[in-house]
């Protein structure tokens, strides 16, 4: 049950950056927020797909997999996840902070 709570609230900001990209003017801000929220949510995906069909620890290393051909792949995408998933802690509340700054401006400038 905490491990999907856990998934669930990594999920909840990526959904809603990729809503709040359909309703923004600027150009620039819905980018950032579309590919920041889609990039970031396949991210969560991946290491939740790991966790799910592997035995051991995205920190760790993963011991064993099903199908067995999945546990090269595994331990190649661990430490490159790890990462993007410390950096989607910390860049996340600043690509909204900036497509928020992109947008402001953009309805400053045409209003």
Not at 13 to 31: E, F
Not at 80 to 107: D, Q
Request: proline content about 5%; overall charge positive.
């Amino acid at each position: 049950m905490n491990q999907l709570l856990i998934i669930i609230a990594l999920m909840v900001p990526c959904i809603s950056a990729l809503l709040l990209s359909r309703i923004t003017l600027n150009p620039h801000a819905t980018k950032l927020l579309f590919w920041g929220g889609a990039s970031f949510l396949f991210v969560i995906f991946l290491s939740v797909m790991l966790d799910q069909q592997c035995r051991g620890s995205l920190v760790t290393n993963w011991v064993e997999c099903r199908p067995a051909m999945l546990l090269g792949l595994a331990n190649t995408f661990s430490k490159p996840l790890l990462v993007s998933l410390m950096a989607y802690i910390f860049i996340g509340p600043f690509m909204v902070i900036a497509a928020g700054v992109f947008e402001l401006l953009h309805r400053r400038r045409t209003s």
